[in-house]
């Protein structure tokens, strides 16, 4: 059973920050993608950010280019640069994690990430 914790969600000023960590019970190496998700009110759950093994990284367009992921495959983390936060981005983060051998999808508890004045 994989198991994550997100960390490093806070409050910050609209062009601020943070730096959110998911650490895994697993081995980022067996995991077919890991990434973030976000679900804002009144708005459909979006793919924030993701890494597949075979196809890269991907990103929503409302992120790209101020969010940035990463994964630290031998500390099973994955990492979230956050860059030029903007008020919208304020909702939970959720770290996500797919295996195919076998098959299952896991999802941490999320962190809180706050943007305002």
């Known amino acids: 059973q994989v198991q994550l914790v997100e960390s490093g969600g806070g409050l910050v000023q609209p062009g601020g920050s943070l730096r959110l960590a998911c650490a895994a019970s697993?081995?980022?190496?067996?995991?077919?993608?890991v990434g973030w998700y976000r679900r804002r009110p009144g708005k459909e759950r979006e793919l924030v950010a993701t890494?597949?093994?075979?196809?890269?990284?991907n990103y929503a367009e409302s992120v790209k280019g101020r969010f940035t992921t990463t994964r630290d495959n031998g500390e099973n983390t994955l990492f979230l640069q956050k860059n030029a936060l903007k008020t919208e981005d304020t909702t939970v983060y959720y770290c996500?994690?797919?295996?195919?051998?076998?098959?299952?999808?896991?999802w941490g508890p999320g962190t809180q990430v706050t943007v305002s004045y």
């Open positions: 996500y994690a797919q295996t195919h051998d076998p098959f299952g999808q896991y």
């Open positions: 697993d081995s980022m190496s067996g995991f077919d993608l």
């Open positions: 890494i597949l093994s075979r196809f890269g990284t």
